[in-house]
């Protein structure tokens, strides 16, 4: 069974730009959570997709926002890049919106 | 929301034991994980706790105690290769069963 497909791995963009993540749950699984993770801050939640639904929300500001399709693939954009946006960025996929989360290697984004 | 605190670095002897301890506020507890997380690696799921007590899965153990909001990861027999991060993530129920990690803390097993 394939596990989570994140694209791309890495990429560099500057101050100003967006950028598209991409991500491809395991077959079946009907929940994708996204994650970013910085040295100091850890893990922290962006936000949660459950057929198509965005089901939570993180404190993050409106320049990230995600989406969900109906093969229940993911997205999330980041528009306007501020260097702070500088990250590894987690996909995570779970057969409910209770269960464990299967993660991907995450994109690493650094934003100059 | 809930605050999730666990050490920031351990370091252990090849063969040791160390404990690991996590605890969470919640208004809404709904199960406790740990995840180990290799640098440069994605998180990989080790144990899960909703009712308090032992889990135990070969060389690790997973305790919760729900009355005290807190848990530990226990590794025994500790290898070189469980140096790595390990998170602690609680999951709400009174916030749409958001999963919450903990910053993690840095295990280093020296020989």
């Known amino acids: 069974k394939a596990g989570v497909t994140q694209t791309p791995r890495y990429l560099i963009k500057t101050r100003g730009q967006q950028v598209t993540l991409s991500c491809s749950p395991i077959s079946g699984h009907r929940s994708v959570s996204w994650y970013q993770q910085t040295p100091g801050q850890g893990l922290q939640f962006l936000f949660e997709y459950f057929s198509e639904t965005q089901r939570n929300k993180g404190n993050f500001p409106g320049r990230f926002s995600g989406r969900q399709f109906s093969n229940s693939r993911s997205e999330m954009n980041v528009s306007t890049l501020e260097l702070g946006d500088s990250a590894l960025y987690l996909c995570?996929?779970?057969?409910?919106?209770?269960?464990?989360?299967?993660f991907g290697e995450g994109s690493r984004l650094t934003v100059l | 929301g809930q605050n999730i605190d666990q050490p920031t670095e351990m370091t252990a002897t090849e063969g040791a034991i160390v404990q690991i301890n996590c605890t969470y506020q919640?208004?809404?507890?709904?199960?406790l994980f740990w995840y180990q997380q290799h640098a440069g690696e994605a998180p990989t799921f080790l144990s899960y706790?909703?009712?308090?007590g032992l889990e135990e899965k070969g060389r690790f153990s997973s305790f919760l105690s729900r009355s005290k909001g807190y848990s530990y990861l226990l590794l025994k027999e500790l290898q070189m290769k469980d140096s790595a991060s390990y998170l602690c993530a609680v999951r709400d129920q009174r916030n749409d069963y958001k999963l919450s990690f903990g910053a993690g803390t840095t295990v280093t097993v020296r020989a």
């Open positions: 995570a996929s779970s057969a409910t919106y209770t269960g464990e989360l299967f």
């Open positions: 919640t208004s809404g507890f709904n199960g």
């Open positions: 706790n909703v009712l308090d």
